[in-house]
């Protein structure tokens, strides 16, 4: 549904690495998380939000503000640099720690290591 969906949003054009590598980690969060509890789909049900609650089909889900927490927390130095991506080699999309990131050091090793080859 998500691929038909997003082909029809693309007027049929290939999508993007970004995007099928995206679809992909959504795949397989679906089928490592996998819940087999039978949910209904009755228009009624899709109509009214309440009426999920009623028919005691609850789920329950992650707290976002810890994953988003533990993002911060282990920033992996990335920044979407949108259409600047397409002229600028992928490891500069790595270079973007945040203030007091651990990995820092680790990317100014690299930049520096980079210009000595250069």
Known sequence: MIWQTLRKLSDGKPLSRHAVHSLNVLWDDATCTAD??????????????????????????????????????????????????????MIEEWQHCPQDSPYQGMVDKYIADLAQQG
């Open 36 to 89: 087999m509890t039978p949910r209904s789909v009755s228009k009624a049900i899709l109509a009214n939000r309440t009426a999920i609650t009623e028919t005691g089909q609850m789920r329950v889900c992650r707290d976002w503000s810890v994953v988003e927490t533990i993002a911060r927390e282990e920033s992996a130095c990335f920044k979407d640099l949108g259409a600047a991506k397409n002229s600028a080699p």
